[in-house]
């Protein structure tokens, strides 16, 4: 199982920015998709942003235009660059793989955004 440790978030005013990070534990070259989701309090956990190993993306409606998701093989990271926040972009931010059908999840950074 790949090990994933998230890092990155805090407390940031509205229309601020945060760039979170993603590290593994294994090379992820060979990782098909890297993905990172949130869950705000009460809510169930949602999808956020999604890159490939050949770097094609895929983000949430409510993301898209505002973050950016990008992936570094030689450092074993996958980032999340996330501009224009809003109160609601507030949660707990997953990253999140799967290898071989096992899903592998990072323990968490907590966002905040204030208004």
């Known amino acids: 199982q790949v090990q994933l440790v998230e890092s990155g978030g805090g407390l940031v005013q509205a229309g601020g920015s945060l760039r979170l990070s993603c590290a593994a534990s294994?090379?992820?070259?060979?990782?098909?998709?890297m993905d990172w989701y949130r869950q705000a309090p009460g809510k169930q956990r949602e999808f956020v942003a999604r890159?490939?190993?050949?770097?094609?993306?895929n983000y949430a409606d409510s993301v898209k235009g505002r973050f950016t998701i990008s992936r570094d093989n030689a450092k074993k990271s996958a980032f999340l660059q996330m501009n224009s926040l809003k109160p609601e972009d507030t949660g707990v931010y997953y990253c999140h793989t799967g290898v071989g059908g096992v899903d592998s999840w990072g323990q968490g950074t907590q966002v905040t955004v204030s208004s």
């Open positions: 890159i490939s190993n050949s770097g094609s993306t």
């Open positions: 294994v090379s992820i070259f060979s990782i098909r998709a």
